[in-house]
Every structure is written in C-alpha cells, then in structure tokens.
C-alpha cells in the first residue's frame, strides 16, 4: 500500500524528513500503535452488559483508532473522497455551519486527500518535464 503524502515526504537526498517521521510515529503509519487515538469509532460489541467486557473498547462503545487511517481507506471510497474534497473546494461542507463545526476526522481527510493530490500532481509535473527534456 502507498502511504499518504503527509507522510512520505522525502528530502532531497530520498530519505524521510524529520517531520515526516515525526509524523508517521504520531499517526501509527509504521504499524506500531500510536499512543493517543486520531479518532473512533463505534465499537462492534453488543450494547448492553456485556459490552463492559469488551476489550476493544472498555465498555465505552467507541474503539480507538491508533493506526494511520489509510491502512482503513477501502479503493472504493477514492471517488467518494474526490467528491467531498471537490465540494469543500467550492465551500459546501457535509455538515452545517463552519470548518471548525466538522469533525476532525473529516478535517484530517482533507488535509490528507489535499496534500496527496498534490503530490501527485507534482509527479505528473515532473514526469511531464523529464519527458519533454528527451
């Protein structure tokens, strides 16, 4: 799987930046947990008193989500994904009111989906000169 843009910034030398690194510990892109959850997300458990005996979510209902959310992003949802960040682009939000009244899962998908888009953008660029140099 490629990993998202906001974590595969490389420097000039092809290694990962401090802050990609920094980065990539913070969200759990390497696999390892990361130690505060990005988000959650309903748990699967059964409501009721069982659900105290869960060990995903401790009896909360929520699961925390301590790996990089790409790891979760499913091919189908890319133009579901284009569509939203086309809409936001225009200012039409999923949810009414301003930036701040979305959630930050939301928020952190387009920031991931803008910075990834652009990436490759700037592949195609690059590919594009390369070509036309030859």
């Given at each position: ?14 290694e ?38 869960c ?16 790891r ?15 809409a ?14 979305q ?15 652009s ?5 195609s660029e ?8 030859h």
């Amino acid at each position: 799987m490629t990993p998202c843009g906001a974590c595969s910034v490389v420097d000039e030398d092809g290694e990962l930046t401090e802050a990609a690194k920094t980065f990539r510990r913070r969200r759990g892109c390497d696999g390892e947990p990361a130690i505060q959850p990005m988000t959650n997300v309903p748990c699967s458990c059964s409501p009721g008193p069982e659900r105290s005996n869960c060990s995903r979510c401790n009896g909360s209902g929520w699961d925390p989500v301590r790996l990089c959310p790409y790891r979760y992003a499913l091919p189908e949802w890319s133009p579901v994904l284009g569509d939203l960040f086309l809409a936001w682009e225009k200012g039409i939000l999923p949810v009414a009111g301003g930036l701040q009244a979305q959630s930050a899962t939301f928020r952190d998908s387009l920031l991931i989906y803008g910075q990834e888009t652009s990436r490759l953008i700037r592949q195609s660029e690059k590919a594009q000169a390369e070509k036309m140099r030859h």
